[in-house]
């Protein structure tokens, strides 16, 4: 990740916003952020990580965040944070909530993710920062930004814990085989025992039994095919008798049948002379009553037509003769209109000269109260004008008076660097004399022990060889005490005139006393415990000596080193007085410089307040030559338009034609509308009258031509159907002469009966062929039944013997389907149970395999397997650092349970827990392990640069710690690294090549100042 941007409002410290370009802190590779405690430095990482993750160090969701983290001076929070992810792509998230009206309540606070496509920011779905970072946000505190309290955290972690955390960020979960190794194999179980539970089933099925069934189904199909073919004949002759049966009882429904019909005949034949009556009227009569009826109806319509034709023809007649009379009327007013328009023309033109007239008078009014503002403005402007004169040579009086700003520059830099080099000559010669006051404290320690720091090897080995021969003389006592305590055991047992076993005396006069040898066991113990307590003091002088030798060595060379730089700063100091060249000024005294320079300040103060006035001065000359300019324009433009109203007032008047013009001098404006309006709805009224008049006249003449049209065709339509109707009566008349009918009564009587010819005839046609097939049928059936030799008794023995073979076949047919659906059953069973045996010895193998994985793989041990080579990866990258860090006497290695352990060199390379190390050795290795930890993610995740952010731990260090520590970082820069610190020492300050500056401002809160 490569930061971009941040801006911060409202959180915690800052209280007005407040923005980072990290692109101009970055190009250098190595930045600080300093300011003083509480000055709101570690906000800056919390911002970061808030954005990112939605969490904090400080605070946890149940602890009112949202409420403690926004400034008590501000109403809302918002963070802004956009950066490069290790693929190069840019996002941008951002975190903000704000107060609601009561003052501690916060609104939920509201994160949004996006990401830079297409020249436009797009919102993203999630706005989980572990999606782009691939990292979680204990792990991104661990590698990536790390805040207060938490730089020594990846050092210190328990083995479980560090795996855990190297499983996420070098993605070993694909190592962690062991879970898909177990679930593959309880899947195969599981497998295994539902091929048990499908192979119980198959147990009877065999080869043999196949065999045995197929057997039995060849015998079955041959006397099953036996019994088929006589139960074929049977039936056969079941079927004759049957359709004999069927014959005689269809014989006897057939009489029955064609009697019913013999009563039907009569009926059926008088309804066919029915029908062709009414066929022979309908054809001849039916077309002709139809016109009839139709002629006579139309006529009775047209005559009404008729009659209200004529009646319609006399009132448009009337109204059409007052229509012409009113326009007629009307025209002479109508073609006098011409001279009304010209009037209201005229009256117009008067009407503009009063409002050209008034519009005059104002602009005249207007033009002399111009002119006298003129005049005040430019009398302002000669004022003005002089007053800048004068201002201008005060400043020129003042420039030619004062030092050239980059002179006073120079000597002030010159006084600041003989300052500086006076201060680090002084701490130089300072700390040499605190160095010569260590040496001889340190002298003071072999002094106290009798030696020197050259001579105190073979001193100490003096009294170890004393020491030594003491021991041995302790442990030749304890031998003969020893001896002299199973003496005196062997004495206490001696008795007189018993013989002694040493000597065989029988006198013991003065055996030893065991209290004695007590007494002296004691003495021995107590020189034993005194000589463990002497040695283990002159191991610790050992251990004290070559630590006081060795510093003495670096202090010494600390102390050559120093006379050098008090050498180098007098050469310096020597060249920087040569180069003083100030005649007016002392290089020993800055007093006179400094009143020198009060002075100038005064005098820049001064001319700076005359700038001023000299710059409103000169902004008022112009606005008021602005002004004056504006004045003469609108004068120029207000003498135009009068001029103008002039000319337009003279046109107007001549261009009147019809008002006498003395007349209308004494209306005013009013007036002139009231008689404008009036003439104009005049000409209204007699426009819309005409216009009327000439619409209707028009409409009457079409209405009255219209009608008198139709009138005349009705009439001779009248006439047609008149004829018509009479040549229809002759036609119906020679019709009943010649068909015999009386009259058209009895025509009509016929013909309402309304038959349906088409069905009645069809269904005397029906009948007749139903009639005429049911005697033939008749005939055959006595023909087929004479001779057929039938019987009662015949038939039914003959059913009876189908039954019995019919059942016999269906019991066959059934044992037969059985036997079949067996053999084919037992056929599937069996190849359904060979695929059975195949996969059972599949699953089986592969269950032996399985169970070898799951030995390999149970819990994390392959894990920790894989996570131990790369913590010993990283080992070695942080030792490259490391060994530089600390002169090459510890190193960091990685024990069987994945902790870390320092190698002491200056003890004979023991290893010891990293926890033992101090609060500066703890630094430098956690700096070396976060470095390490960000080159490999760099080069898990192909980035071409990668960044870290560190938030403690340079006021541990000692000056020549620092030094290496920022050699260290400044290497980084070559290296692709971007490293950023958070301190509050100055000396680290001075030597960053960007940085910026957090204050915190009592009224504006934290405020950041750019380097």
């Not at 012409?324 to 209109?337: A, N, Q, R, V, W």
């Not at 055996?511 to 002159?538: G, H, R």
């Not at 606005?623 to 207000?638: A, F, G, M, P, V």
């Not at 044992?815 to 067996?822: C, N, P, R, S």
Request: overall charge negative.
């Amino acid at each position: 990740m490569l930061p971009l941007y941040l801006s911060i409002e409202g959180l915690y410290s800052y209280q007005q916003k407040q923005e980072i370009d990290f692109t101009k802190l970055t190009e250098a590779g190595l930045f600080g952020i300093f300011g003083t405690v509480g000055s709101g430095k570690s906000s800056v990482l919390e911002a970061i990580g808030y954005a990112l993750y939605g969490e904090t160090e400080r605070l946890n969701s149940k602890e009112k965040r949202t409420y403690n983290m926004l400034n008590l001076k501000s109403n809302h929070v918002l963070i802004d944070f956009q950066f490069l992810n290790f693929e190069g792509r840019k996002f941008r998230f951002v975190a903000q909530w704000r107060r609601k009206k009561k003052f501690q309540d916060i609104t939920d606070h509201e994160r949004n993710a996006y990401e830079w496509k297409d020249n436009a920011w797009v919102p993203l779905g999630s706005n989980d920062g572990a999606t782009v970072t691939n990292l979680s946000y204990p792990n991104f505190r661990r590698t990536i930004i790390i805040p207060q309290g938490q730089f020594k955290e990846f050092l210190e972690l328990k083995g479980k814990d560090r795996s855990e955390m190297m499983k996420e960020i070098f993605f070993l979960n694909q190592y962690d085989l062991g879970p898909k190794v177990s679930h593959l194999l309880a899947d195969n179980n599981k497998k295994i025992e539902n091929i048990k539970g499908a192979l119980s089933a198959y147990d009877e099925v065999n080869e043999e039994v196949i065999l045995d069934k197929t057997e039995q189904f060849d015998v079955l199909a041959k006397t099953l095919d036996t019994i088929k073919d006589d139960y074929q004949v049977l039936e056969k002759k079941f079927n004759e008798l049957e359709t004999t049966k069927q014959m005689k009882l269809d014989l006897v429904a057939k009489k029955e049948e064609l009697s019913s019909l013999e009563q039907k005949k009569i009926h059926i034949q008088k309804a066919e002379l029915e029908v062709n009556e009414f066929e022979l009227i309908s054809s001849n009569f039916r077309e002709h009553l139809n016109n009839f009826t139709s002629i006579t109806s139309s006529k009775n319509t047209l005559l009404t037509k008729i009659e209200g034709l004529k009646e319609s023809k006399d009132k448009t007649k009337s109204l059409l003769i007052e229509v012409e009379k009113s326009l007629e009327d009307i025209t002479p007013k109508y073609e006098g209109l011409d001279e009304l328009k010209t009037e209201i023309q005229d009256i117009k033109r008067l009407k503009e000269n009063l409002t050209s007239l008034q519009a005059k008078n104002e602009k005249e009014a207007g033009i002399i109260k111009g002119q006298e503002f003129l005049n005040t403005q430019k009398i302002i402007e000669e004022n003005l004008a002089g007053n800048i004169q004068e201002l201008e040579k005060e400043i020129e009086r003042l420039k030619s008076n004062q030092i050239k700003s980059s002179e006073l520059l120079e000597i002030d830099t010159w006084y600041q660097k003989e300052q500086q080099f006076q201060k680090d000559l002084s701490e130089k010669k300072q700390q040499i004399q605190e160095t010569l006051m260590q040496i001889e404290d340190l002298k003071n320690k072999f002094k106290a022990l009798g030696c020197t720091e050259t001579d105190w090897k073979d001193v100490i080995t003096q009294k170890k060889e004393l020491l030594s021969q003491s021991e041995e003389n302790i442990k030749n006592q304890e031998s003969e005490l020893r001896l002299k305590q199973e003496l005196a055991h062997y004495a206490h047992n001696l008795h007189d005139g018993e013989a002694c076993p040493l000597c065989g005396s029988l006198e013991h006069p003065s055996p030893m006393q065991i209290d004695t040898l007590d007494k002296e066991f004691v003495q021995i113990t107590n020189d034993k415990n005194e000589l463990i307590a002497k040695k283990q003091e002159l191991d610790k002088q050992i251990v004290d000596l070559q630590l006081a030798s060795r510093i003495i060595v670096e202090k010494e060379h600390q102390c050559r080193d120093f006379n050098e730089s008090v050498l180098g700063l007098g050469k310096l100091i020597e060249i920087h007085h040569s180069s003083f060249k100030w005649e007016d000024f002392d290089k020993t005294d800055k007093s006179k410089f400094d009143k020198k320079k009060s002075a100038i300040f005064e005098e820049e103060e001064k001319l700076k307040l005359l700038d001023q006035d000299l710059k409103t001065k000169r902004e008022q000359l112009q606005k008021t030559i602005d002004t004056i300019t504006k004045s003469e324009r609108k004068l120029n433009e207000y003498l135009n338009e009068v001029k103008i109203l002039e000319a337009s007032i003279v046109q107007n008047l001549q261009q009147i034609q019809v008002i006498d013009i003395s007349l209308y001098k004494v209306f005013d404006e009013n007036t002139l509308d009231e008689k404008s309006k009036l003439i104009e709805s005049t000409i209204r009224e007699t426009q819309t009258k005409y216009t009327n008049y000439t619409k209707q006249l028009l409409e009457y003449r079409t209405n009255y031509a219209e009608i008198q049209g139709a009138y005349n065709e009705a009439k001779e339509q009248y006439s047609i159907y008149a004829a018509k109707l009479q040549e229809t009566q002759n036609l119906l008349h020679k019709l009943l002469v010649e068909f015999n009918y009386p009259d058209i009564a009895t025509i009509n009587a016929i013909l309402i009966k309304n038959l349906n010819i088409n069905l009645v005839r069809k269904n005397i046609q029906d009948f007749y062929l139903q009639y005429n097939t049911l005697q033939q049928r008749i005939q055959e059936l006595e023909e087929k039944t004479i001779t057929d030799g039938y019987s009662i008794e015949k038939h039914k023995e003959i059913a009876e013997l189908v039954q019995l073979k019919k059942e016999e076949l269906q019991l066959q047919i059934e044992i037969y389907g059985a036997l079949k659906e067996d053999i084919e059953r037992l056929t599937i069973d069996f190849s359904k149970k060979k695929e059975l045996l195949a996969s059972f010895g599949l699953l089986e193998t592969r269950k032996k395999n399985l169970d070898i994985l799951f030995n390999m793989f149970k819990g994390n041990g392959f894990v920790n397997y894989v996570s131990s080579i790369h913590l010993q990866r990283l080992c070695e990258i942080a030792n490259q650092r490391f060994h530089r860090l600390t002169k090459n006497q510890l190193s960091l290695v990685i024990n069987e349970n994945n902790e870390f352990e320092v190698v002491d060199y200056l003890n004979n390379g023991y290893k010891r827990s990293a926890k033992t190390l101090s609060g500066g050795q703890s630094f430098q290795a956690s700096l070396c392990l976060a470095l390490a930890l960000a080159e490999n993610i760099q080069s898990l995740n192909k980035a071409d640069k990668n960044f870290f952010f560190i938030d403690e731990g340079f006021g541990t260090q000692d000056t020549d710690s620092i030094n290496t520590v920022f050699d260290t970082l400044q290497y980084l820069h070559q290296e692709n690294r971007v490293v950023g610190i958070i301190s509050h020492v100055e000396e680290l300050k001075e030597r960053m090549p960007r940085s910026i500056t957090v204050i915190k401002d009592l009224d504006k809160g934290s405020q950041i100042i750019i380097n």
